[in-house]
């Protein structure tokens, strides 16, 4: 049983690129929350996506935009890259109801450079 | 704001010995779950234990236990014979409306 899994590992992007990172859940698992941790921090709540509707966001601005596909696979996309946006990007995924937040299970993350 | 404090930014601790985390969080809800995530150079974000806030009976796992005290709002985590697989950097983190905050972390250095 394959776990979160997410792609690229490393990307390096410039300023002012736009970027889409992508994760694919855990089988069985039909909701997909996107986090930004920064170097030296804990995780930061990004949005969540559920029946391919954002469910739920935190406080990231409109650059931060995603979407769930049939397929329970999700993607994050960030246009207009500051450098401020390097971050490990960690994806989640959990089952509706009761089990989203204590059954939710992390991805390796994706490293993001923006130079 | 919603809020979790971990004030040890370090630790270490010898092999085969005892250390415990601390945590505070700040949360105007009754209804909650507390969770100490270990997160290892490999970056995966693993769950180490968690607590349901309305259950009044510290968390179990192995090695690893809770001290949580809902009233005062702290939630420590002690790790039993500690072993040099144990080092990593540990983030305590609560629930809310489906979401997880997380904690700034602590890193934990196990000592041979």
């Known amino acids: 049983d394959a776990g979160v899994t997410q792609s690229p590992t490393h990307l390096i992007k410039t300023r002012g690129q736009q970027v889409t990172l992508r994760c694919s859940p855990k089988?069985?698992?039909?909701?997909v929350s996107w986090y930004q941790q920064a170097l030296g921090q804990g995780p930061q709540f990004i949005f969540q996506?559920?029946?391919?509707?954002?469910?739920q966001r935190g406080n990231f601005p409109d650059r931060f935009s995603g979407h769930q596909f049939p397929n329970y696979s999700s993607e994050l996309n960030v246009n207009a890259l500051l450098l401020g946006d390097s971050a490990l990007y960690l994806c989640?995924?959990?089952?509706?109801?009761?089990?989203?937040?204590?059954?939710?299970?992390f991805g390796p993350g994706t490293r993001l450079t923006v130079t | 704001a919603q809020t979790v404090t971990q004030s040890q930014p370090e630790m270490s601790v010898q092999e085969a010995e005892t250390v415990t985390l601390s945590c505070t969080y700040d949360?105007?809800?009754?209804?909650?779950?507390l969770f100490w995530y270990k997160q290892p150079p490999s970056r995966q974000m693993i769950l180490v234990i968690r607590?349901?806030?309305?259950?009044?009976q510290n968390a179990t796992e192995n090695r690893f236990s809770v001290n949580f005290q809902k009233a005062a709002k702290s939630f420590s985590l002690k790790i039993s014979d500690s072993q040099l697989g144990d080092a990593a950097m540990y983030f305590c983190?609560?629930?809310?409306?489906?979401?997880?905050?997380f904690g700034k972390g602590t890193r934990l250095h196990i000592l041979p």
């Open positions: 989640a995924s959990s089952p509706i109801g009761t089990g989203i937040v204590h059954e939710q299970y």
């Open positions: 089988s069985g698992h039909d909701t």
């Open positions: 996506y559920y029946e391919e509707e954002e469910r």
């Open positions: 949360t105007s809800e009754s209804d909650y779950y």
């Open positions: 607590q349901e806030a309305y259950k009044q």
């Open positions: 983190a609560y629930s809310e409306d489906d979401k997880i905050i």
